[in-house]
């Protein structure tokens, strides 16, 4: 199968967000599940040992003489991070992993993180969206004392209603039961909300679908949080429609279903901004989760787009998330505080999250800018760290960081795509939130994962450490490392 051409598959990655990048070339949508306030560090930690961990997929990889196969990995964290030297690999061919490695299938298109069967590891569950000739499928692999072992399949409840079963991925106790629930996304313009508790030999609780309002015809990110602090996660989705049967012409649009104790509230939508990614967390430290949504289109294709991308800030509240004219924040590189300048196509929102970084109780905003240029090399791409405050996002001590900044390894190059998946999470253990990036065609499509420490000053340079596949013992082809990013 011939690969695509690098920038349109980043942009179909980036557009197709969320499904992309596993869609196009990376999966930007899949966060912390539980509905983890940003004030505290989340962690994935499969292995139950106190330090988090950091899920990862290569879904277009080529095992053996299977093309675009793909498969999942686990960096395990310690009180140095994140160490390439304790891992977990895992494809279909995996003892005890369903299914069988085959071309096209696509495992690791989407990851999500909880722990679904409530023996105190996070699970992680993969989605496969090429599975079976685009049928798709969802595995969960169980996290236990040794790292992840086993998986199960999670069953479709409607494979004639649509292919690309898993294509997106987030979980959360949607219905406030104290089981943690997994929201599935297809390939249509639905998805459902398969309820807990999951167990190992296949069983789960009911499944509830969700139709997003309007034209819609696909969903491009989805994700979860607790917008109104009442202990249920709430779904949150950006999907698109047609504008030749829109009236407003706008092409990405959002919308947030509140928890309730039967699930996801889908009789009162909350209508949201549009966008290609999406991350929840407590910017301003008042117990209610943000929602920050990313769009990488330009104004010309969506109304809801800017020059060179745009990051709208929803802010949480007891109601759930105040949109109105009014967001939180309304960012693009041209904005007060944002280092650098909007420019066309620089990808700005290619992907977002959320999490303390300085142990202030403040959530910081991490941004990727997936197509940035650095001088003269073009798309190698950047990232964007944002301060929270009391206020919101603040305006003041953004920083930048690149494959050309002081310390961090590597050269940023053309085409790498630094900032396609981003990810602020506890992998220490110190309180601080650590920033692990994506560049998601490093040597064209390899692709790199670097890892920043946090700090009470912030993230840091010193320290930071570059990964690609070859630090896991798996081939350096192309494959898209790094896709799915989430911890």
Do not use: C
């Not at 993969?126 to 072992?149: C, M, R």
């Amino acid at each position: 199968m011939p690969k695509p051409n690098p920038r349109t598959a980043r942009l179909a990655l980036a557009t197709a967000t969320a499904a992309a990048l596993t869609g196009g070339l990376l999966t930007f949508a899949t966060a912390p599940a539980s509905a983890a306030p940003g004030n505290r560090p989340y962690k994935a930690d499969f292995n139950g040992d106190g330090y988090g961990d950091v899920a990862l997929a290569a879904p277009y990889v080529k095992l053996g003489d299977k093309g675009f196969a793909g498969y999942a990995a686990v960096l395990y964290g310690g009180a140095n991070g994140i160490d390439p030297a304790r891992r977990t690999v895992v494809n279909q061919d995996s003892p005890g992993v369903p299914g069988t490695v085959e071309t096209e299938d696509s495992f690791g298109s989407a990851l999500a993180v909880a722990d679904l069967n409530g023996d105190g590891y996070t699970d992680l569950a993969v989605g496969a969206a090429g599975e079976d000739g685009g049928e798709g499928s969802v595995t969960i692999l169980w996290g236990s004392a040794n790292g992840l072992a086993n998986g199960t399949e999670v069953a479709d409840p409607a494979p004639a209603a649509h292919g690309e079963w898993g294509k997106l991925l987030t979980a959360g106790d949607f219905d406030g039961d104290g089981r943690t629930d997994l929201a599935v996304g297809t390939g249509e313009a639905h998805a459902y909300v398969i309820k807990g508790g999951f167990g190992t030999d296949g069983t789960t609780g009911a499944a509830q679908r969700i139709d997003v309002p309007e034209q819609a015809y696909a969903i491009d990110a989805m994700d979860s949080g607790d917008t109104d602090a009442d202990g249920r996660a709430d779904l949150v989705l950006t999907y698109r429609t047609d504008r030749t049967t829109d009236p407003s012409g706008s092409w990405s649009k959002g919308v947030a279903y509140l928890g309730s104790p039967s699930g996801p509230d889908t009789t009162v939508p909350r209508i949201l901004h549009g966008g290609t990614s999406i991350a929840l967390g407590d910017i301003d430290g008042d117990g209610y989760d943000e929602i920050a949504l990313g769009n990488v289109f330009t104004a010309e294709n969506d109304h809801s787009g800017s020059l060179g991308g745009r990051v709208v800030v929803i802010r949480g509240s007891q109601g759930g998330p105040v949109n109105g004219d009014a967001p939180m924040a309304d960012l693009t590189q041209d904005s007060t505080g944002v280092p650098g300048a909007d420019e066309a196509n620089d990808g700005f929102g290619s992907s977002v999250s959320i999490a303390d970084v300085n142990g202030d109780g403040y959530g910081e905003l991490a941004i990727g800018v997936v197509f940035e240029d650095l001088g003269t090399t073009e798309d190698a791409g950047a990232t964007i760290v944002m301060n929270g405050a009391s206020a919101g996002v603040s305006r003041t001590g953004a920083r930048t960081f690149t494959q050309n900044t002081a310390d961090v390894p590597g050269t940023g190059e053309p085409t790498d795509y630094f900032g396609s998946d981003t990810v602020l999470s506890d992998v220490n253990d110190d309180g601080h939130a650590d920033f692990t990036v994506t560049a998601g065609f490093e040597d064209e499509g390899v692709g790199a994962l670097s890892a920043l420490p946090g700090s009470a000053t912030g993230i840091m340079t010193t320290g930071s450490r570059t990964f690609g596949p070859g630090s896991l013992g798996q081939p350096r082809t192309y494959g898209g490392f790094g896709a799915g990013l989430t911890g």
